[in-house]
């Protein structure tokens, strides 16, 4: 299954992004990236209730950007990393999905 991210939408929120997919018949979307929002699943599932949708990496975008990196020797960014990634796997679960991709970590920030 080809899925089409929102991250190639930087400009738009990714409830926008899904929005304009969704109005040209696009159904699998990946969630990863886009500008900032306070994110509510509900208003997305209103959106896209016929979508199938996958979250990977950078989303839900944190309010102040960082860089995402699990293998960081920045304690700081670890931890960043690791409650976004916890966030994610908690929103996927609630959106039925049973993965979450992320990025294998950097050498360096």
């Known amino acids: 299954m080809i ?9 738009i929120t990714t409830l926008q992004t899904a929005r304009l997919l969704h ?18 699943i509900k208003n997305f599932n209103k ?12 989303f839900p975008q944190p309010k102040i950007p960082f860089v ?11 931890e960043k990393s690791m409650s976004l990634a916890k966030h994610a796997i908690r929103l996927s ?3 039925r999905n049973k993965t979450y991709s992320f990025h294998a970590g950097f050498l360096f920030d």
């Open 23 to 40: 109005s040209y018949g696009i159904k699998n979307i990946e969630i990863s990236g886009g500008k900032y929002e306070n994110f509510n």
């Open 93 to 95: 679960s609630n959106l």
């Open 47 to 58: 959106i896209c209730s016929d979508c199938n949708i996958i979250l990977h990496n950078y």
């Open 68 to 78: 995402f990196n699990l293998a960081s020797k920045n304690k700081k960014i670890i």
């Open 3 to 11: 899925y089409v991210s929102t991250s190639a939408f930087r400009h």
